[in-house]
């Protein structure tokens, strides 16, 4: 008798585990919706409707205003949203969006619909309407399946006098013709990926005001020296080199962020000051700016994350390309040429518009922060790129 038992009771754990398999049940299909600090504001279900993502009224609630209220009317089937003091009407099959009795009039791309009996909003109602009703960017990326909401004060639209103060120094790495850097199975070269991504980086800081210097502009040869040279000469407040990355695997892939701590992952401090009886020298090097480099990569690597498909994270080790420049410095790979899908994004002029579009917004957000926490009567030379000079 126990056998018999036992034997159902294996075919009814083979069933359920089968069954759960096919039907998906431990795998429920959700949209993340992340602040501008890169923080999860809510992990929301969606059902996929006519090639269309939708999701609950509710959700608004959870991402963007937990004092929200609604009601619906059957009869009519008409929405009213009540939010950041507005009323917004919708009606189920109809593409407008009606906000305070008709005084502004949204046509959403695609309508709100009922959908096994619930009222739904279709995902493009957080871009197109969100924006009117507080001042929020709201940025999606259909691939990954993420929402950011972004107060637009998180970083500054408007261009700050002393911006012009802001010199990023970006080392695309490698060129010329003996340094090609490594090389995907498509022919696709490091270093001409690099350049490309430095280009476009100092194309859209052009709107934001920063002074971009490129340690080579043209595919040449420079040597480390001449690199940390042209970065010092110009006295940058962030030094940023591109790199892509290789592996034996093809398995290995996604975006890496290093970096250069003399000390390794062990230990993080400054480096002592030397002395020359009472007095101390005047002497520099990369281990005075680790602490900035941190908060820069911190920033960084939240942008990053919200931008990339796998997760990234920060590493700390003795970096030599970035080991004689004076100001805080990070190290990117922007990807591996040796595997398929990176290799096909950077060849992709659109995901390297978009990864540029990325690093400035990092570059303003850290700026952003240097110059609120200067201070009042050192707002031009906040966070001195000299900070150990006596």
Known sequence: ??????????????????????????????????????????????????????????????????????????????????TKDKVIKVWMGNPSVNIDDGRQVITL?????????????????????LPELDDVSVIYKPELQR????????FPSDIPKNNRLWTVIIDPGHGGEKDVGCKSQTGIYEKDVVLSVAKAIKAQSKQHGFSIHLTREQDVN??????????????????ISLHCNSSFSQNHKGIRLYLNNPYGQLQFRTAPIPKFGDKDLNIRTQANYLQQSKKFATVL????????????????????????????????ELGYLSNLDDT????????????????????????AKVRQTAKPDDQTSAESSNPIER
């Open 301 to 332: 690597e939240k942008e990053l994350n919200f931008f990339a498909k796998d997760p990234i994270v920060i590493s700390e080790f003795p970096i030599i390309a970035l080991n004689d420049v004076f100001m805080p410095a990070v190290l990117i």
């Open 147 to 154: 929402v950011r909401i972004m107060q637009n004060n998180s």
């Open 109 to 129: 791309t695609v309508p709100p619909r009922i959908i096994n009996g619930q009222q739904k909003i279709p995902i493009s109602f957080f871009q197109e309407v």
């Open 1 to 82: 008798m126990w056998l018999r038992t036992f034997e159902t009771i294996k075919l009814f754990l083979f069933i359920f585990l089968l069954v759960s398999a096919t039907h998906g049940f431990a795998q429920v299909k959700t949209v993340r919706f992340v602040d501008g600090e890169g923080d999860i504001l809510n992990e929301v279900e969606y059902i996929l409707h006519d090639e269309h993502i939708y999701l609950s009224v509710e959700s608004l609630k959870s991402v963007f205003d937990p004092e929200m209220k609604h009601s619906y009317h059957t009869p009519s089937k008409q929405l009213t949203i009540k």
């Open 344 to 367: 096909a994004r950077l060849s992709n002029q659109d995901h390297i518009s978009e990864l540029a579009q990325t690093i400035v917004r990092a570059i303003q957000i850290y700026s």
């Open 222 to 239: 420079k040597s480390r020296q001449q690199r940390y040279q042209i970065a010092n000469r110009f006295k940058g407040r962030l030094f």
